[in-house]
Each structure stands twice: as C-alpha cells, then as structure tokens.
C-alpha cells in the first residue's frame, strides 16, 4: 500500500529527508555542470575578491590617512592651547590702553626731536643735549608701577664721526 500512494503523501522518515537532500545537492551540481554555472561562479568571485583587496588596500590607506590627520590635530591643538597661555600671560603684562598711550606720547617726542635736528643742524652736542639725553615716564600696568625710559640722541647735529659712533637707543623697561 505505500508503494501505491503517490511520493507527495508518502510518510517521511529522517533517513529520507537526508538522502532526498543529498538528491537535490547532487542534481543541482550536474545542472551547474551542464549549464557551465561553475565556470561562472569561479569568474564572479575571482572578480569579486579581487574588488574586495582593493577596498580592503583603499580603507587600510584612508586607515594610516586618518591616523595622520589626528596626530597633526592633536598637534595643532597643543599648539593652540599654548598660543593661549602665551596670549593671557601678555594680556596679564600689558594694558592695551597704556601701550597706545605710551606710542602717542613717544611720537610727539619723536617729531619734536626731528624738527630740532632739522631747524638748527649746527648746534653743539654738549649744549642741549645733557638736558634731554632720556625722556622716562613711570606707567602702572595692572597694579605694577614699570619705568619706561627712552633714548634721545646725544646730539642733534652730529658731525660725520659722530654719525658712526652714535647709535639710537632702544626703549628700556624697568619694573620698579
């Protein structure tokens, strides 16, 4: 009787459904062979791991890329954080105000001096210069009281020689 009914209604047992999927496993490799499907799918994934190297060399490269780029970040974070420190400590030394004060009372000096040269060049060095050899001024800069001390030239028309040996002075600080 079980041989009369048709294999859909047959009852399966375990050993069947092993050997029905050993059929199936060795009827689609004989249509692979048939249709050439191994051929094919040897070809795709040649093409396929091929593609998958390169992407695996393109993200080992973004990879080491971006590695670069964080340490030249950290670097320059680094770098940023001690133009900071830099900027505060002259921020704490001097007053922008006081600086700006200072350059506009020096440029009068400057000019003043410029003109006298100018308006008498044969005046002696050692008449009018022992009065105005320096111009100093006390400026407190944020509670600090610091001297600031300029230079005048010696002479105001000075001979030839004493144009070599004369050279203009630069400002001094002092803290007091």
Known sequence: MVTDQPKALRVKHPSDSTSNEQEVIR????????????EQNAEVY?????ENRALKKQLEDYHSQHNTLERRVKRLE????????????LKDCADTDTVVDLIQEMIPLLVRDKSLIKN?????SSESSEESDS????????????????AIP????????QRRKVRPRKVKQMVA
């Not at 689609?28 to 191994?38: N, S």
């Not at 008498?120 to 002696?124: A, E, I, K, L």
Request: glycine letters at 6%; hydrophobic letters at 35%.
């Open 154 to 161: 010696h002479a105001l028309a000075p001979s030839a020689k």
């Open 78 to 89: 680094r770098d940023v954080k001690t133009l900071d420190t830099e900027l505060e400590i």
């Open 135 to 150: 111009v100093e001024r006390i400026v407190e800069i944020n509670g600090r009281q610091v001297r600031v001390k300029r």
């Open 27 to 38: 009827y689609t490799k004989k249509l692979a062979q048939i249709f050439g499907l191994d």
């Open 46 to 50: 040649s093409v396929l791991s091929g």
């Open 120 to 124: 008498n060049p044969s005046s002696s």
